[in-house]
């Protein structure tokens, strides 16, 4: 899993409040990724960082923000979740924009 | 533009049997193919990638997949199923060829294993 790991690994929370995931790697890789899975839509790009503070936005980023201070650290922020961002949240790496390794996924529940 | 399609949602295979998951794909630029694997509650894990060197595959676990680019298919295959083998299986392609980061998955193919 080129060392990532994802904090919380569970987490539910109510819809209104605010909620962080972080992602974080020891292989020093410069791309780092947030997708969400949910059925029947396979994995979708949330954000994605290509350095320390460059980010841009994916395929589903409305009611996501994310920041990236440090290379090892990719926060997901929700600013006031809902429950349609109930979902399984994976964080991925990589040296080039080509082969991506994944986190364990989070899963976050939206009361 | 890319696009990925996995021409079966779900494959059911008796144990000792081959394994075949199909996708096909769609590509503006030379793309670059892979599948991960994703065993239940778990991450996705590479299984094995296609990026323009040998079109025939070789991956972890005894899979392999074949690329064609007349058909813009990519399937993967195992001579025989083993019960480790069940989970969903992703097929995706990258267009980093032409300077996008987006992968694009398909939606999956969940592979049964019958003892």
């Known amino acids: 899993d080129a060392g990532i790991t994802q904090s919380p690994r569970h987490k539910v929370t109510e819809t209104g409040t605010p909620v962080t995931l972080r992602c974080h790697q020891t292989?020093?890789?410069?791309?780092m990724y947030w997708y969400r899975q949910d059925p029947g839509h396979g994995l979708r790009l949330i954000h994605y960082s290509y350095g320390v503070k460059d980010t841009d936005k994916g395929e589903v980023s409305d009611g996501y923000s994310v920041s990236r201070s440090k290379t090892e650290d990719f926060l997901l922020t929700l600013e006031s979740a809902t429950s349609s961002q109930t979902s399984v949240y994976f964080c991925?790496?990589?040296?080039?924009?080509?082969?991506?390794?994944f986190g364990p996924g989070t899963r976050l529940t939206v009361l | 533009a890319q696009s990925v399609t996995q021409l079966d949602s779900h494959v059911s295979v008796s144990e000792g049997t081959p394994v075949l998951l199909r996708c096909n794909y769609s590509s503006s630029y030379s793309p670059s193919l892979f599948w991960y694997v994703q065993h239940p509650n778990k991450g996705l894990q590479l299984l094995l990638k296609?990026?323009?060197?040998?079109?025939l595959v070789k991956g972890i676990n005894g899979f392999e997949a074949e690329f064609k680019k007349s058909e813009t298919s990519f399937h993967l295959t195992k001579p025989s199923a083993h019960m480790s083998d069940a989970a969903e299986y992703f097929c995706v392609v990258s267009a980093a060829g032409a300077g996008s980061y987006q992968l694009t998955f398909g939606k999956g193919t969940k592979l049964s294993v019958i003892p």
């Open positions: 292989e020093n890789h410069r791309y």
């Open positions: 991925a790496t990589g040296e080039s924009t080509d082969t991506q390794y």
């Open positions: 296609y990026t323009s060197a040998a079109t």
